[in-house]
């Protein structure tokens, strides 16, 4: 089951950051946290993992609190092809991908 | 991280008929595992698949229903029978890639 909690929509001025927060506060030790999107029904993409620091790629940064109980996906410049459901997923190497409701972010002009 | 190909992407089925679904993965992978994503709801785990074993079903899913076939560590196939118009959704295939899993892209079934 899903261990995750996202609120279930944002929206965000294409240019600007879009800060997307992840709740997983029972997450394990060797948990990692994982950022999925999925645009249009198509396979989710994935975009960044991290398990206590914080991480960065050409899609965006990934910022986990100290005590890792939370996180928050930050698109530093949001486009309109950036609209999309994001899911936050916790996961180790043993346990299933289990999906939780998602945020749908909508980028607006 | 590698790569699936997923079949078909789309169809619409008659009631009472049987539907299977195939993946094809560029690499060997020793687990693959079955979503179904029902209209506007999040992805939800049928199975999860291992070459040489039966699969191995979450809690709501039976096999008589999903029969899940995984001959090689290359493919699978999901298939969905005895269809009823709750089971349009759209199906999808994933296994563990490099930076966690990676999904096929997807089958849209219509149940008519």
């Known amino acids: 089951d899903a261990k995750t909690t996202q609120p279930p929509s944002m929206d965000c001025a294409e240019g600007r950051a879009a800060n997307l927060p992840c709740n997983h506060s029972?997450?394990?030790?060797?948990?990692?946290v994982y950022w999925y999107r999925q645009i249009h029904s198509q396979g989710p993409q994935y975009i960044i993992h991290?398990?206590?620091n914080n991480e960065t790629n050409e899609m965006a940064s990934l910022i986990i609190t100290e005590d890792r109980k939370s996180s928050t996906l930050i698109l530093p410049h949001a486009t309109l092809r950036d609209t999309a459901v994001y899911y936050c997923?916790?996961?180790?190497?043993?346990?299933?991908?289990?999906f939780g409701s998602g945020t749908k972010l909508n980028v607006k002009p | 991280s590698a790569v699936i190909s997923q079949k078909p992407s789309r169809d619409i089925c008659q009631r009472g008929t049987s539907l299977t679904i195939q993946c094809q993965v560029d690499?060997?992978?020793?687990?693959m595992f079955w979503y179904r994503q029902q209209p506007g709801q999040s992805l939800t785990l049928i199975a999860t698949?291992?070459?040489?074993?039966?699969?191995?079903?979450e809690s709501g899913f039976v096999i008589d229903k999903f029969p899940i076939s995984r001959p090689n560590l290359t493919f699978s196939t999901l298939t969905v029978s005895n269809m009823s118009p709750e089971d349009s959704s759209i199906y999808l295939c994933?296994?563990?890639?490099?930076?966690?899993?990676?999904f096929g892209s997807g089958t849209r079934l219509t149940v008519v």
């Open positions: 997923i916790s996961h180790d190497n043993f346990n299933k991908f289990y």
């Open positions: 029972t997450i394990s030790g060797n948990e990692y």
């Open positions: 991290g398990l206590k």
């Open positions: 690499s060997q992978v020793t687990m």
């Open positions: 698949a291992n070459q040489g074993s039966e699969a191995t079903y």
């Open positions: 994933s296994t563990e890639g490099r930076d966690g899993y990676t």
